[in-house]
Nanobody, 113 residues
Framework: VQLVESGGGLVQPGGSLKLSCAASGFTFSRNTMSWHRQAPGKERELVADISRTGGTTNYADSVKGRFTISRDNAKNTVYLQMNSLKPEDTAVYYC???????WGQGTQVTVSS
């Protein structure tokens, strides 16, 4: 199982970023996927998850209305569109396959002026 995140970077408050997670080593379309984040000095937290077909999504209260999780099963990729970013969104963002308990290496998102 391999998960490779990309798309992180430095963005100003109010800006947007789109993260991608390319998956391999398992049948992607049969697995729920999730995004998590870990800020310095804090525990890793669930940001959003998405069902196998993409029909059901769940979000942490802190990102509802600003972030959108989606997936493309043909490309074995899960995305996290992040809008209206705030400094408190600064963290390393991780992709996860809960079934295999697999994590990606993470991608840094920094929101700062």
């Amino acid at each position: 199982v391999q998960l490779v995140e990309s798309g992180g970077g430095l963005v100003q408050p109010g800006g947007s970023l789109k993260l991608s997670c390319a998956a391999s080593g398992f049948t992607f379309s049969r697995n729920t996927m999730s995004w998590h984040r870990q800020a310095p000095g804090k525990e890793r937290e669930l940001v959003a998850d998405i069902s196998r077909t993409g029909g059901t999504t769940n979000y942490a209260d802190s990102v509802k209305g600003r972030f959108t999780i989606s997936r493309d099963n043909a490309k074995n990729t899960v995305y996290l569109q992040m809008n209206s970013l705030k400094p408190e969104d600064t963290a390393v963002y991780y992709c996860r396959n809960p079934t295999y308990k697999a994590w990606g290496q993470g991608t840094q998102v920094t929101v700062s002026s």
